[in-house]
């Protein structure tokens, strides 16, 4: 009987093929892929066939299957030998706690995962995302952060709480439209040892201009033109700014405060970084960050 939870067919990533052969036409001998609902415009295939194509993988294959949360279990459980990790996105980074037999603690800190990985005959859970943000602040000339604005309290707001501690700041601003419902990034705050300051009332709180002015990083996790209250603000130029939206691109907010001369970041960044970070997990190989970019980059452009 087909499962209702689990797409039928394959979905054709870039270049392609299908899960049912390997990159470059050859018998897939290592596989991995994508998961999630809806997962047919994910750009993961990309960044992941990038870096095997660097890294001379041959025989290793990436897809993407649209499963929901009903499904996960059942598709994990008729994996064979030959699947080396699997990449989560919505809405399955939560339960894929549940299907883990062990879990890293980032993303037993965040309550989710992005990546399972092998592990002996059960799977790994990890949270490649806190990474991405991290490696993505590095790279915008951030290594360490003294005062620091968070917009949104969803998941990769409390993915940004785990990347901030790491960078130094445990005392984080949080701005959000209604604190009742930042129940679970407080509860990730507590597991993390952090304290942000949640305030609501965004983006017309009193508050919100200080708190931004004195800044050094601001990262907005919220949905696509609901920052853009704030493209216009007169940003302090030593301010880095990252929101994690990448289409379309550059945001209003990410225009503004490139403008005023803010460093700015973006979830093209952050989505790079964190497949790099997966593919070193999944094939114990540095992820080659270079031809993975130029591949994303390409891919993103290409799609307008």
């Known amino acids: 009987m087909t499962d209702p939870h689990v797409q039928s067919r394959p979905v054709v990533p870039a270049g392609g093929t299908t899960d049912e052969g390997a990159a470059g036409g050859g018998v897939a001998v290592r596989r991995a892929a994508v998961l999630g609902m809806p997962v047919e415009h994910s750009l993961s295939p990309v960044l992941h066939h990038a870096a095997y194509a660097a890294l001379g993988l041959g025989g290793w294959h990436y897809g993407r299957h649209a499963v929901d949360e009903a499904g996960l279990a059942g598709f994990v459980d008729g994996l064979g030998p030959e699947w080396a990790g699997l990449s989560l996105t919505m809405p399955l980074k939560r339960m894929a706690l549940e299907v883990a037999d062990e879990v890293a603690p980032d993303a037993t800190a965040i309550g989710a995962a992005n990546t399972l990985v092998r592990c002996g005959s059960g799977w790994h859970a990890a949270n490649t995302d806190v990474a991405g943000i991290v490696a993505t602040l590095h790279e915008a000339g951030i290594t360490a952060v003294r005062r ?20 130094g700041e445990t005392a984080p601003t949080v701005l959000v439209r209604d604190p009742a419902r930042a129940g679970a990034l407080r ?27 004195e800044a050094d990083v601001v990262i907005s996790t919220l949905p696509a033109g609901a920052a853009d209250a704030l493209a216009r603000r007169a940003w302090d130029p030593t301010t880095a700014v990252l929101d994690v939206i990448y289409a379309p691109w550059p945001t209003q907010l990410a225009r503004g405060a490139a403008t005023a001369g803010c460093r700015v970041a973006g979830g093209l960044d952050v989505l790079l970084h964190q497949a790099v970070d997966q593919v070193e997990l999944m094939t114990g190989r540095p992820g080659p960050t270079a031809a993975m970019r130029a591949a994303l980059f390409a891919a993103a452009e290409g799609r307008g």
């Open 187 to 213: 509860d990730t705050a507590e597991r993390l040892s952090v304290a942000p300051q949640v305030i609501g009332g965004f983006p017309d709180h009193p508050v919100l201009d200080a708190a931004l002015s």
């Open 148 to 167: 620091a604005v968070v917009l949104g309290a969803g998941g990769t707001a409390q993915a940004a709480l785990a990347a901030l501690r790491r960078l």
